[in-house]
Nanobody
Framework: QVQLVESGGGLVQAGDSLRLSCAAS????????MGWFRQAPGKERKFVAA????????SYADSVKGRFTISRDNAKNTVYLQMNNLKPEDTAVYYC??????WGTGSYDYWGQGTQVTVSS
């Protein structure tokens, strides 16, 4: 069982930055692919970014490429999402998720409770 707790959300203005954190429980965190997803009001949850267990591989949605950076610290069982140049369309609840499969396989089986990010224009 994996428990994920997100933090770092808030209300910011367009152009500002935020860093989200996701703290994970469990000794095998370092073996998981980790991802960030977001869900805007009235819309489906969408993929934002993912990172492999070692951090060597990352993937981003086109809408955030060049602005968001995913990283992880396996010693701290934490994954981060650095968000720069935020736009109003980035407003959403952001979720951290864990995929116990290898990179490019499996599914996200564990989810956090989400953290709200609101970007005002």
């Amino acid at each position: 069982q994996v428990q994920l707790v997100e933090s770092g959300g808030g209300l910011v203005q367009a152009g500002d930055s935020l860093r989200l954190s996701c703290a994970a429980s469990g000794r095998t965190f370092s073996t998981y692919t980790m991802g960030w997803f977001r869900q805007a009001p009235g819309k489906e949850r969408k993929f934002v970014a993912a990172i492999s267990w070692s951090g060597a591989s990352t993937s981003y949605a086109d809408s955030v490429k060049g602005r968001f950076t995913i990283s992880r610290d396996n010693a701290k069982n934490t994954v981060y999402l650095q968000m720069n140049n935020l736009k109003p369309e980035d407003t959403a609840v952001y979720y951290c998720a864990a995929n116990t499969g290898t990179w490019g396989t499996g599914s996200y089986d564990y989810w956090g409770q989400g953290t709200q990010v609101t970007v005002s224009s």
